[in-house]
């Protein structure tokens, strides 16, 4: 598989690490209302879907960046590929 | 007690291989230091390389030489710095230049560096490099930071068919062995 990285190009899969569901992004506050029943879904409970799903890869043998990947799993098809630092900035998350 | 003597010495031993239409030399003439961009730093570091060695600051996938310096990029924020070192271009001098505009760590001794030359030297590197190493697609000055079997390399093409590979000292004999293999078996 090849995931086009944003900043490099194409590069080949076995360079990177797979971590999980993109929304890995959204850590709950700590010490919000909730907050018990709010990590506990954020550790826990993940979506499992057949078809599009973000996930975040970590280039490891690469440039050390995190990706956010859209990717079929069906059919492994790639549709979208961003840096997190991006995707994490847009929903307005300082650094 | 016993009188120790310590010696410097390369890791491969200033390594100069022939192998079929490849050429392999350890380069122990190079000097490394890495260098971090501090936070909102990233224009301040930028003027730094510029009027200290008139060294561009390299884009994601190209590394810029000027002179006997060159810059690596490693990750986002960070490089290194390769350097032939001279009288007035020491290791002081360059983590001295960048004291307030960089984080500055030595790497000399961390890595073993190899240069892979001659008409055999793509199609060698073909073979366990997953890079893409088409002149169009890694043209000269192209770095990456990638694997060959299972080590982390940092590969630059200097020329037509001459790439630096750096990886880590501590596994030198493996990398020599993995790049030494595929050139005895891509050899014509």
Redesign the interface.
């Known amino acids: 598989m090849i995931i086009n990285h944003p ?6 899969a ?2 990177f690490v797979y971590l999980g569901d993109a929304n890995l992004i959204n850590r709950p506050e700590g010490l919000g209302d909730n907050a018990e029943d709010a990590m506990y879904d954020h550790v826990y409970l993940r979506d499992n879907p057949a078809g599009i799903h973000r996930e975040l890869w970590y280039h490891e ?5 995190w990706l956010v990947v859209t990717r079929n799993t069906l059919t492994h098809e790639v549709t979208s590929v961003e840096l997190a ?1 991006d995707v994490a900035r847009s929903m307005g998350r300082s ?1 | 007690m016993a009188d120790f003597s310590l010696k410097a010495a390369p890791v491969l031993g200033g390594l100069d291989l022939s192998i079929g239409q490849c050429k392999l030399v350890e380069r122990t003439d190079i000097a490394l230091i890495s260098a971090a961009v501090p936070l909102d730093g990233r224009t301040a570091f930028e003027a730094r390389l510029k009027t200290e060695w008139n060294l561009d600051t390299p884009s994601p996938a190209t590394s810029t030489r000027a002179g006997p310096m060159r810059a690596i990029p490693m990750t986002a924020d960070q490089m290194m710095l390769a350097f032939e070192p001279g009288p007035t271009l020491t290791e002081a001098s360059v983590h001295a230049a960048l004291d307030s505009d960089a984080y500055t760590t030595t790497q000399t001794d961390a890595w073993v560096i190899l240069e892979l030359s001659g008409a055999g030297a793509t199609t060698a590197l073909e073979r366990i490099c997953p890079v893409d190493l088409d002149a169009e697609a890694f043209p000269v000055n192209g770095a990456a930071r990638t694997t060959m079997e299972h080590l982390g390399v940092l590969i630059v093409r200097l020329g037509t068919d001459c790439f630096l590979l750096l990886s880590a000292r501590s596994s030198a004999q493996s990398f020599l062995h993995a790049v030494e293999i595929s050139c005895d078996w891509t050899a014509p």
């Open positions: 900043l490099l190009g194409p590069r080949d076995a360079e043998q690469g440039d050390r960046s630092r650094r």
